[in-house]
């Protein structure tokens, strides 16, 4: 085995740059509070302890959900991927629970979930993936817990890899289940620890859209407005995300890493 780390062409690390900037982009709380003008711990007063207590399941339930039903509304088959379909959707949407506050906030979560993953494997079978293969479903799930790291704005180069690195072996064993006996849940303790791990991500930021939706002042428009944000937000993720996997298979996970970690050390492009 060669000693060398294959080096990217000049096109794949410029793909490789605008995916690092992607996945460091400001937090979803960052953008929540520039659009409502204020911070959302305003929101998050106004979120009730029983249904903070709450929000982790719904997460949960909204990920096993998102995971058995997202991908038979796609077909197979490479194509570009249609990201404004997807924000219209969301839009529609998140203007239901801003209507209806924190009632309407059980339906529109789960809702909004599968149509967050939907996008995510819309644009991950225009990266190349498999859709209907479970190595591709599962980086989907990632993509929850990748958008939910509780990092700073400004993150590290290994915030990505680290949280990818966290899940490592809980998505192997979980892959395994998955390619014997497909998306039930039952009998796999991989599949269910996995789908915990990233809830417990994916859930900060729902309690953050939800303290959004609860600023005052913020109705249904503006609920449309937060959940096109919220879609953004994974979308950017889920980019980042698939583009880096799509290089990894030209050129192996080592050298891709290498490549970012020499990022670093580079200025970002605009």
Known sequence: MSTHTLQLADADLEALAHARGLLENPSLVARLSSFVGSPLEQGMARLPASWRAKVGGLAHEALLRAMSTAARTLEPEPRPASPRLHKLLGSVSGAGGG??????????????????????????????????????????????????????????ESGYYAVRAAL???????????????????????????????AARYKV???????????????AAAGATINLMFMNHFQDVSRGHFT???????????????????????????
């Open 99 to 156: 209507a209806f506050g924190l009632a309407g906030l059980t339906v529109e979560i789960p809702l909004s979930t599968v149509l967050i993953m939907r996008a995510i494997l819309d644009i991950a079978r225009a990266e190349g993936e498999h859709i209907d293969r479970p190595p591709t479903r599962l980086a989907a799930l990632e993509v929850f817990a990748l958008g939910g790291t509780q990092r700073s704005d400004d993150a590290t």
């Open 168 to 198: 490592a072996t809980t998505v192997s064993e979980a892959a395994r289940h998955l390619a014997q006996k497909g998306l039930s849940a039952e009998g796999a303790p991989a599949l269910v620890r996995l789908i915990t791990m990233v």
């Open 205 to 219: 930021q729902v309690t953050q859209k939800a303290a959004g939706m609860l600023v005052p002042g913020i109705g």
């Open 244 to 270: 880096v996997r799509r290089l990894e298979r030209h050129y192996g996970a080592e050298a891709v890493r290498t490549a970012w970690e020499a990022l670093a050390d580079s200025p970002r492009p605009h």
